[in-house]
């Protein structure tokens, strides 16, 4: 059987990046071909496929804002080697690989998904900007691609605010391996063994300032209450007043930041927590979430897209509306004080991993559609 050549277009960082790889390390080798276009500035290890093998890949300059000028010239480029490869499917990745996608697809007529990993319009922090935003992504439903969401809420948003039908709309989840072992920290642990955890850099969309004002409530009621807090300094442009407020709350000795951490240390970090939270505004579908569910933790999160389809009210952990500072607070408290309750929603959260996140169950799902929209 010819093997299907899928075409895939993107920035590879972050959530991204490990959507990818995690794709490439679990499709079947024996019925998929990959190439893949990134941005050259990114300092990245070879991506290999389930049989190690280093998957074909080109650079160029995919930038995160828009500069007409180097958006075009990037265009010629890709336009130049999708013509030269004649994949069977291009997949285009957030929001500058699935613009690229879509234009080049519809060109040489090559069958398109695109995943946004969140919309670029809930990043915006104005009406105005949220609303520019949102009409370029409008602008390419025409088009004739279709929409590989990578959860419900991110099909959601494709279908009633881009405007998709919703017939050209599937979903994906986000999934990972079972996490069977957890390794020894690279380094010496700083903070007190009983503490909760998070994974977010300073950022709009991450809300950490949220996150900051629920710890100096909880202090009040709680005064040993830790939060390590990892990944702080990759893209954190709220970092230094993330750092000002902890200062003025005088909670040095309650908040650790990781600027970096290995991905097995996330794990070990996250297994020995008592819980995990998240304060996004949105999200995708997290992997740091899908994470916690696989080392079965309960969490207490946001009401964001992402959030919300992986953490079920009262099941495995507790959504809070609204950004509500002292719900978000009396939550945490209830499952720290409860241990009856907290063991119930972990058994919860590792049952509904396996369930809907387990990659070795869900990857066969994916092929299913990679197939169904393949070049005829």
């Not at 609303?131 to 590989?148: G, T």
């Not at 994974?199 to 909880?218: F, T």
């Not at 719900?327 to 009856?340: Q, V």
Request: hydrophobic residues 40%; contains cysteine; aromatic residues 8%.
């Amino acid at each position: 059987m010819k093997k299907l050549k899928i075409l895939h277009i993107l920035q590879a960082v972050g959530g991204v990046e490990v959507h990818l790889r995690l794709l490439l390390q679990n499709l079947n080798p024996n019925k998929f071909e990959f190439v893949i276009i990134h941005e050259e500035k990114e300092n990245t290890d070879p991506f290999v496929d389930k049989n190690g093998d280093v998957v074909k890949t080109y650079t160029t300059s995919i930038v995160r804002n828009i500069n007409p000028i180097k958006d075009s010239n990037t265009l010629i480029k890709i336009n130049s080697i999708v013509k030269a490869e004649q994949p069977d499917l291009i997949h285009g990745h957030s929001a500058k690989g699935g613009i690229f996608s879509k234009i080049i697809g519809a060109k040489l007529k090559i069958p398109t998904l695109h995943t946004p990993h969140a919309y670029s319009y809930l990043s915006a922090e104005s009406s105005l900007k949220k609303s520019i935003y949102l009409f370029i992504e409008k602008l390419f439903v025409p088009l004739n691609n279709k929409i590989l969401a990578c959860s419900v809420s991110e099909k959601n948003r494709a279908i009633k605010d881009v405007g998709y039908p919703e017939d050209r709309v599937c979903v994906y989840n986000n999934s990972i391996k079972p996490i069977d072992q957890i390794k020894k920290l690279s380094f010496q642990q700083s903070w007190p063994d009983n503490y909760i955890c998070s994974v977010g850099r300073p950022s709009y969309q991450k809300n950490i300032e949220l996150m900051v004002e629920v710890i100096s409530k909880l202090k009040e009621e709680m005064p040993q209450i830790h939060l390590v807090l990892m990944g702080v300094g990759f893209h954190a442009p709220n970092l230094e007043a993330v750092k000002q407020q902890i200062k003025e709350y005088n909670l040095e000795k309650n908040i650790t930041l990781l600027e970096w951490t290995h991905r097995d240390d996330i794990f070990n970090i996250i297994k020995k927590s008592k819980l995990y939270i998240s304060t996004a505004r949105y999200e995708g579908l997290p992997y740091s979430i899908i994470e916690s569910l696989a080392l079965a933790k309960a969490s207490v999160v946001t009401d964001a897209d992402g959030n919300r389809d992986l953490i079920e009210n009262n099941q495995n952990g507790f959504v809070i509306f609204d950004q509500n500072v002292e719900s978000f607070k009396n939550k945490i408290l209830s499952l720290l004080e409860n241990p009856d309750l907290l063991k119930t929603f972990e058994n919860n959260s590792i049952a509904k991993f396996d369930k809907n996140f387990n990659i070795d169950n869900t990857i066969q799902h994916l092929e299913e559609i990679y197939f169904t929209n393949r070049k005829k």
